[in-house]
C-alpha cells in the first residue's frame, strides 16, 4: 500500500513539473484528449449512461433477472439481473461494465463477488471504436473492425465463462435470488418503491450519467498528458525499445513497437500509431487484439474509480485482462491464418488524413446500430431462457 501511494505520488509530482516547464506540449495533450472524449466518447457512451440508469430505476434488471436466471446462471454462475451489464457492457464500452456492476451491487441484485466478477468480464471497447474508429477511420476496412471485433468479444465472454466455472457454487442461492427478484421488480413496476416520480427519475438519470461521463472525460485527459509527458522526457522511446526486443522474432518494427507502448497508456492514441506502421497487417492485428484487451491505464483507471464501491480487486481485474489479452491474440492469429490478411484491407489511399481518423465516421449511426444490438440481444436471451424453463417443467 505505502508503496503504491509513493509510486502515485511519485507521477503526479512529474506530471505537475512538466505542466510547469512545458505548459504549451501539456495544453495540446489536454487539447487532444479534450476533443477526443467531446466528438466520440460523448455521443458513444453518454446515451447508454442515461438509458441504463433509468432501466435499473425502474427494476428491469430485476425482471431480467427473473426471466433470464435459467439462461445466466448455469452459464456463468451468476443471477439473472446480470444480463443487463453482459449486454450493455458489451454493446456501449468501458466503462459500462464498471458502472453497472456498481449499481446492481448497490440495489442489492449482485454480491461484492458477483459484482467483482462481473466487472472482470464486461469491460469491452465500444463497437463504435472497434469498428468506426480502427476498422473504417484508421485501417480503411470495416472488415478489419469486424474481425478485432470479434475477437475481442468472444475472448472477453471466454474469460466470464471461465470466471463461472472457477467460482464457489452457492447452493440454494438460485431460488432466493428469483425470489427476492421478483418481490424487487414488482416493487419498482407499482411505484411503491420510494414513490415513483418519473421527473426525479430522469433527472437522477441525466445527473448520475452526466457524472460518469465527466469521469471518464477527466481521465482521458490526464493520461493524455502523461502520455505526453512519458513521450517528451524519453520514457516511451525507452520502453518501445524493450517491446521492439520481445517482438524481434516476429520483426516488429520500432514505430510498432512505439504504438503498442502508447496502447497501453491510453488503447485510441495506441491504435492509430499501430495503424500507421509499417509492420505487415497481420502482425499489427494480432498485436492490437492484445492492447484491446488490456484495455491501458486510463481504462484501468476508469474502471477501478467507477467500482471503487464494490471494490474490485486491482489483481482480480488485471489477471482477467491478461487472460483476455492471450485469449483475443490467440483468436485473432487462427482468424487471419484462414481468412488472410489482404482480403480485409483496401488501398491505402483511401484513408483519410491521421489527424481526422478518429472522427470520419457517423458516430449517432454506430452508437444506434450498437443499441438495436442490445435490444436483439436481450430479445434472444430472453427467448433461450424461455426454452430452457420449458424444458425444465417438462
Not at 44 to 71: D, K, S, Y
Not at 100 to 118: D, T
Not at 144 to 151: D, F, M, P, Q, S
Amino acid at each position: 500500500m505505502r508503496l503504491g501511494r509513493f509510486a502515485a505520488t511519485a507521477v503526479a509530482l512529474a506530471v505537475a513539473f512538466f505542466m510547469i516547464i512545458s505548459p504549451q506540449n501539456s495544453v495540446a495533450a489536454a487539447l487532444a484528449g479534450l476533443e477526443l472524449w467531446a466528438k466520440v466518447l460523448v455521443p458513444a457512451l453518454l446515451p447508454f449512461f442515461m438509458v441504463a440508469e433509468i432501466l435499473v430505476a425502474l427494476g428491469f434488471a430485476a425482471f431480467l433477472g427473473r426471466w433470464l436466471e435459467p439462461l445466466i446462471r448455469p452459464a456463468f454462475k451468476l443471477p439473472g439481473s446480470a444480463s443487463l451489464v453482459i449486454v450493455m457492457g458489451f454493446c456501449a464500452g468501458f466503462p459500462m461494465g464498471a458502472v453497472l456492476s456498481r449499481r446492481l451491487n448497490e440495489e442489492g441484485l449482485l454480491s461484492r463477488a458477483e459484482a467483482e466478477r462481473v466487472c472482470g468480464f464486461t469491460n469491452n471497447s465500444s463497437p463504435l471504436f472497434i469498428i468506426g474508429a480502427v476498422g473504417v477511420g484508421m485501417f480503411g476496412s470495416a472488415a478489419v473492425g469486424y474481425l478485432l471485433a470479434g475477437c475481442h468479444y468472444l475472448s472477453n465472454l471466454c474469460v466470464g465463462l471461465l470466471l463461472g466455472r472457477l467460482a464457489p457454487a452457492e447452493q440454494g442461492m438460485r431460488r432466493y435470488r428469483r425470489r427476492e427478484m421478483r418481490t424487487k421488480g414488482a416493487n419498482n413496476a407499482s411505484g411503491e418503491k420510494a414513490g415513483f416520480n418519473p421527473g426525479a427519475l430522469m433527472a437522477d438519470a441525466v445527473k448520475n450519467s452526466v457524472n460518469s461521463i465527466l469521469a471518464v472525460g477527466g481521465f482521458v485527459l490526464l493520461f493524455s498528458v502523461v502520455t505526453a509527458c512519458c513521450r517528451q522526457w524519453g520514457l516511451m522511446e525507452w520502453l518501445a525499445a524493450a517491446w521492439q526486443g520481445l517482438l524481434a522474432p516476429w520483426g516488429a518494427s520500432l514505430p510498432l513497437a512505439a504504438g503498442i507502448t502508447t496502447g497501453l497508456f491510453e488503447i485510441s492514441l495506441g491504435a492509430q500509431a499501430v495503424s500507421a506502421a509499417g509492420d505487415p497487417l497481420g502482425l499489427k492485428l494480432t498485436l492490437l487484439s492484445a492492447v484491446f484487451a488490456l484495455g491501458g491505464l486510463s481504462i484501468l483507471a476508469q474502471v477501478i474509480s467507477a467500482a471503487a464501491a464494490i471494490p474490485v480487486r486491482t489483481s482480480f481485474y488485471l489477471k482477467c485482462r491478461l487472460l483476455q489479452a492471450v485469449l483475443a491474440t490467440a483468436f485473432c492469429a487462427v482468424a487471419l491464418h484462414f481468412i488472410g490478411p489482404d482480403a480485409l484491407i483496401k488501398t491505402a489511399a483511401l484513408l483519410p488524413p491521421s489527424y481526422k481518423m478518429l472522427y470520419t465516421f457517423d458516430v449517432w449511426r454506430v452508437v444506434g446500430a450498437s443499441a438495436l444490438a442490445a435490444l436483439t440481444a436481450l430479445l434472444i436471451m430472453l427467448f433461450a431462457a424461455w426454452l430452457c424453463e420449458n424444458r425444465q417443467k417438462r
